[in-house]
């Protein structure tokens, strides 16, 4: 383990696969923020899912593990659609910082996760 500090890292985790019904898969996202308080936005469609959300750790290494569990870790508690990962993203703060200054990242939302259909 290294003795590094937690850092706080911007993830954005893509998964998709075969269409399920829009209502089934909005339902399984709302019981996701509930089960995962700290999400910023999740977008979605009947075929796929992109999530956003900050994560604390020590290496890019170990908050890309973090994130690409996320999905099945959660996809019986949320009952969400059997999916695959199919794009991962993890900025440090300050490279998240940048692109949001020029306008090519989305600024975070304060308060609960935004659900919403792409």
């Given at each position: 383990m290294s003795?590094?500090?937690?850092?706080?890292?911007?993830?954005?985790?893509?998964?998709?696969?075969e269409p399920h019904d829009v209502a089934e898969v909005q339902a399984g996202l709302e019981r996701?923020?509930?089960?995962?308080?700290?999400?910023?936005?999740?977008r979605y469609r009947?075929?796929?899912?992109?999530?956003r959300y900050w994560e604390q750790a020590t290496t890019i290494l170990d908050a890309a593990s973090?994130?690409?569990?996320?999905?099945?870790?959660h996809r019986d508690s949320a009952r969400l659609p059997r999916w695959e990962v199919i794009g991962l993203e993890v900025l440090d703060r300050e490279t998240f910082a940048m692109?949001?200054?020029?306008?090519?990242?989305?600024p975070p939302v304060?308060?609960?996760a935004d659900v919403r259909p792409y």
């Open positions: 003795s590094e500090e937690p850092r706080m890292w911007h993830i954005t985790v893509t998964v998709a696969g996701l923020t509930e089960e995962r308080p700290f999400l910023l936005t999740v009947a075929d796929r899912v992109e999530v973090l994130a690409l569990r996320l999905w099945t870790e692109r949001v200054d020029e306008g090519t990242a989305p304060a308060g609960a």
